[in-house]
């Protein structure tokens, strides 16, 4: 914390810390690339081709000067074939078709390698997406959401260049300039040898600019990450900071972050700015001293004019590919680092993982039996220690406890988020290690506190709940759970367009909906956390009517806060600090005074 951090707190631009997961280059790294190709392999032979056009482009722009020397030396000299329009108006003609033959190249080579590059790009995101769909839990309690989304976003998009141009780009500069010494040398080795003496000077003074050109941007990428950061939790928390006032203290920091972006951005554009002159001074130097090198020798009768012309056109060619060269292996390090930090996630396998010969789960009755089962999420901090549980098919089971007691832990067990330490969680009889997780999870219904809703109608947000259910199993599945009426009175009714998250709607109503997706879905067990909000006393009896349905035949897990749930329920266990403490029914655990009868007091003394 900085010195005018007062007692009272941290000064403003302190107030966040945004971890930094922005792209930060790596050292050049040959088995990355090797693996980067394997996404390239497939597109081989489409290839080909651009590779192929790129030669022919290169090559024609390399011969073109020849036709140059052949005009100024043959045609144009009087003492040898001045005047000979046909021989001018031919070469011309060759010229020319070099030029077409050379933009009809280009133009296949940047529109081909572009599509190539995006359907690798698309295949890339493809799989890192995939792949981490099927993480676990432990994956995801360690990264916040939003450097997930950074990967699959921005460190896939720095590869875009890489693969759109990049590869291509650098075979095609890489002969262009090979061609270009080996023309230059080969015409005249003196020539050639004077007019690259700057080439030293120009590589010295372009690699260290080009460092720090790197630098500023990385900077300046580093700010715009914290911005974009900040962005994502301002507008995630805008209802908090609205609460609080706090929108001056969060503009001020914005603006900080802001004014901080502006002067990376200037620093690391002056830098840039600078390197076209560099450039364009060596350039010159060079061609002056073609020019007076080149007169000196054709003074001497050892060059032609044709071909001082013609070398003063390549090494307006030669400058270019070295730029760009320059700019690729920046791009390259960059690349790097993005390709490091994608093949991290995807080299992460899944904790909870499938056993090899797993099978499928057969459609169960609904026995659960928890097993003696150990779990810690962090080492040697076991969230539960020892807990066994027997339920029949159908019964209903509610799980109370203080906060922190255990009671999701046990939840996210049974649905197979994690894997026990020890002891196991046996679906009638069936070890849920032993079968696939889709098996599993497709029969087991979970309807989650804060109800999810996906940006799209309130159809298809039920029908998540079973992808091939029809409009009529929608609207039934609705009127069963009491979610029609309200349904009704939306303005488009089934139709209406909710966004993400479905801010739109009340929280009964989202329950509602969970409860009509759920039973749409039809699972022999199901787990409900219980929404902790109070509601008013018409949707909540509405909830409850609702619920009886949805637990009817089912098993059923509850975290439940009302009090109604957990007097209905067949069997409340009471959990403390990861133990069952207490098992019964509502009667003989009140009957007990103990720690449930505590419970039930300490919440509900004010009903
Ligand atoms: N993802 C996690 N990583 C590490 N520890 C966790 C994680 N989730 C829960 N815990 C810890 O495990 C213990 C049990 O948590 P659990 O969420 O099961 O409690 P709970 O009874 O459901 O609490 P609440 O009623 O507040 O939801 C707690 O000590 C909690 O801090």
Not at 224 to 236: C, F, K, P, Y
Not at 257 to 281: C, H, R, Y
Not at 474 to 485: L, N, S, Y
């Amino acid at each position: 914390m900085s010195a005018n951090a007062t007692a009272k707190g941290r000064s403003r631009n302190e107030r966040f810390v945004y971890q930094d997961d922005d792209a930060i280059e790596k050292p050049f790294n040959w088995s990355q690339l090797r693996r980067l190709y394997t996404y390239m392999r497939p597109y081989r032979r489409q290839l080909m081709p651009v590779i192929l056009m790129m030669m022919i482009g290169t090559l024609t722009r390399l011969t073109n000067p020849f036709l140059m020397i052949y005009v100024i030396d043959h045609i144009l000299d009087p003492d040898k074939g001045s005047g000979n329009v046909t021989s001018l108006v031919l070469t011309g003609a060759g010229m020319l078709a070099l030029y077409a033959v050379q933009w009809a190249s280009n133009n296949y080579r940047i529109k081909y390698t572009s599509i190539i590059g995006q359907k690798v790009i698309y295949d890339l995101r493809k799989h890192l997406f995939e792949h981490i769909q099927k993480l676990s839990f432990r994956f995801y309690d360690k990264r916040p959401a939003g450097s997930v989304l950074v990967r699959v976003t921005n460190d896939v998009n720095a590869l875009q260049d890489l693969f759109t141009n990049g590869v291509v780009n650098l075979l095609m500069d890489c002969i262009q300039l090979v061609g270009i010494v080996i023309i230059l040398l080969g015409l005249n080795v003196k020539l050639g040898l004077a007019v690259m003496i700057t080439v030293p000077v120009m590589f010295l003074v372009s690699t260290s600019l080009r460092k720090k050109i790197r630098f500023a941007w990385q900077d300046v990428r580093m700010k715009q990450s914290r911005i974009n950061a900040h962005l994502n939790e301002s507008i995630q928390g805008m209802k908090v900071t609205q609460a609080y006032a706090q929108e001056k203290d969060n503009m001020a920091f914005f603006n900080h972050m802001n004014t901080d972006n502006i002067k990376s951005w200037n620093k690391a554009s002056a830098l840039n700015q600078a390197f076209g002159p560099i450039i364009e001074v060596t350039s010159a130097i060079g061609t002056c001293i073609l020019f007076w090198y080149g007169a000196i020798l054709i003074q001497n009768d050892v060059l032609t004019v044709g071909l001082l012309v013609a070398y003063a056109n390549y090494i307006g060619n030669f400058w270019e590919p070295i730029n760009r060269l320059g700019q690729m292996y920046s791009q390259l390090l960059i690349a790097m680092a993005s390709s490091e930090r994608i093949f991290e996630f995807i080299d992460e396998q899944p904790t909870v993982g499938e056993a090899q010969h797993a099978r499928q789960l057969p459609a169960i009755k609904g026995d659960v039996t928890f097993d003696n089962i150990v779990f810690e999420y962090e080492k040697d901090r076991p969230a539960l220690k020892g807990i066994s549980i027997d339920v029949k098919a159908g019964q209903s089971i509610a799980l109370v406890g203080h906060t922190g007691s255990g009671k999701s832990t046990i939840i996210n067990l049974l649905c197979r988020f994690y894997d026990p330490v020890q002891g196991k969680v046996l679906i009638d009889g069936i070890d849920i290690r032993d079968v696939t997780i889709e098996s599993l999870r497709s029969q087991v219904g979970l309807v989650m506190q804060d109800t999810f809703i996906f940006a799209g109608s309130i159809r298809d947000n039920i029908r998540y709940g079973r992808l091939d259910a029809t409009d009529e199993d929608i609207v039934k599945a609705a009127q069963a759970v009491h979610a029609h009426d309200f349904i009704m009175s939306l303005p488009d009714g089934y139709d209406t367009q909710v966004e993400e998250r479905g801010n739109v709607l009340s929280m009964g109503q989202r329950q509602l909906l969970s409860f009509a997706r759920a039973l749409l879905a039809d699972p022999r067990i199901l787990i409900l956390d219980e929404a902790t909000a109070s509601i008013d006393t018409e949707t909540e009896l509405k909830i409850q009517e609702a619920l009886k349905v949805l637990l009817k035949g089912r098993t059923s897990f509850m975290i439940a806060h009302r009090l109604s749930t957990i007097r209905n329920a067949d069997e409340i266990i009471v959990l403390d600090h990861g133990r069952i403490v207490e098992q019964g029914n509502h009667e003989a655990l009140i009957a007990k005074k103990g720690v449930y009868n505590g419970l039930i007091e300490a919440q509900y003394r004010f009903l």
